[in-house]
């Protein structure tokens, strides 16, 4: 399982994955993306530099880049900085409690 948690600042996101490792989850199931940067990417490299996590896709042949954020329902033409968790279904509440509490303005259940 999932949840997607939207931040307006990175701080925040930054609390939460330091909350989240202090509450004993792993890193290394967590990803974090920028909203809003994917129509400046012009490459691989472009998106290393601002920190936009780019997933490969069958159009990246034909010069198109894809972001993680591009494949979440709802976060078109959103802005900010997403934080993905994977975790068991028996620690969701938990993850969206601290979630909350570090200042998510959405959570999606993905």
């Given at each position: ?5 939207r931040f307006p600042h990175q701080e925040q996101a930054s609390a ?77 509440i938990h993850v969206r409690e601290i979630m909350e509490e570090s ?8």
């Open positions: 399982m999932r949840l997607i948690a939460l994955i330091d909350s989240l490792i202090n509450a004993g989850f792993d890193r290394k199931d967590m990803l974090v993306s920028r909203l809003g940067e994917e129509e400046r990417i012009h490459s691989i490299e472009d998106a290393i530099d601002k920190g936009v996590i780019i997933i490969k896709t069958e159009r990246e042949g034909l010069g198109e880049l894809g972001s993680f954020a591009d494949g979440i329902p709802g976060l078109e033409g959103k802005t900010g900085i997403i934080v993905a968790v994977e975790m068991s279904k028996h620690d969701s200042g998510a303005i959405e959570i999606i259940q993905d």
